[in-house]
């Protein structure tokens, strides 16, 4: 069963440029959730889904979006980058919302110049 | 405060050491995770806890709903146990995960 796969793995992005961030779980997960990881915040969450719908969202500004469709694979977008955004960003999956255990990917490393 | 405190910061140990990483927590939960982190970046999820206690192998984790407190144990630890290990909750609401700062563990040969 193959785990959870995130695109690109490494990628440079210029201040003010976009970026998408994607996300294919683990076959049968309906939940994705996704958390940026800095030295010196740490983990922290960024949002989750379930079947399409937004369940929860951390304290990101709005230049941090994400969706799911209908195959549960998830996207991440940040738009207008800041220095600030150079990050790992991970990815994870599990059956439900709540009460199972979760899957990571290998993360998204993206560096902002 | 942090909602998820871990302790130590850092700690080193010799190959065959008992080891207990601590976490305490100040919000009501549905469920505690231990994760793994190894340098690359890949996160492993170790346990899932509601109460009680699990082991796995020569990991074992148990958590103190009434006191917000959990510990892992790692017996007879080994060089490849060297990694960091993450504490998260997930509120009794079931909303978001909040992360301890983790420990960064090194077992020495």
């Known amino acids: 069963k193959a785990g959870v796969t995130q695109t690109p793995r490494y990628l440079i992005k210029t201040r003010g440029q976009q970026v998408t961030l994607s996300c294919s779980p683990i076959?049968?997960?309906?939940?994705v959730s996704w958390y940026q990881q800095t030295p010196g915040q740490g983990l922290q969450f960024l949002f989750e889904?379930?079947?399409?719908?937004?369940?929860n969202k951390g304290n990101f500004p709005g230049r941090f979006s994400g969706r799911q469709f209908s195959n549960s694979r998830s996207e991440m977008n940040v738009s207008t980058l800041e220095l600030g955004d150079s990050a790992l960003y991970l990815c994870?999956?599990?059956?439900?919302?709540?009460?199972?255990?979760?899957?990571f990917g290998e993360g998204s490393w993206l560096t902002v110049v | 405060k942090n909602e998820v405190e871990q302790s130590p910061q850092n700690l080193t140990a010799q190959e065959g050491e008992f080891i207990t990483i601590n976490c305490s927590y100040s919000v009501g939960i549905s469920a505690l995770h231990w994760l793994q982190q190894h340098p690359g970046g890949g996160i492993v999820s170790l346990f899932m806890l509601s109460s009680g206690k699990k082991k796995h192998g020569r990991l074992i984790a148990t958590i103190n709903i009434q006191e917000k407190h959990s510990s892992l144990h790692i017996t007879a630890s080994h060089p490849r146990d060297s990694a960091v290990y993450i504490c998260a909750v997930k509120g009794a609401s079931g909303n978001k995960l909040v992360f301890g700062a983790g420990t960064i563990l090194r077992v020495k040969s």
């Open positions: 889904y379930f079947s399409e719908t937004q369940r």
């Open positions: 076959s049968g997960h309906r939940s």
């Open positions: 994870a999956s599990s059956l439900q919302v709540s009460g199972n255990t979760i899957y």
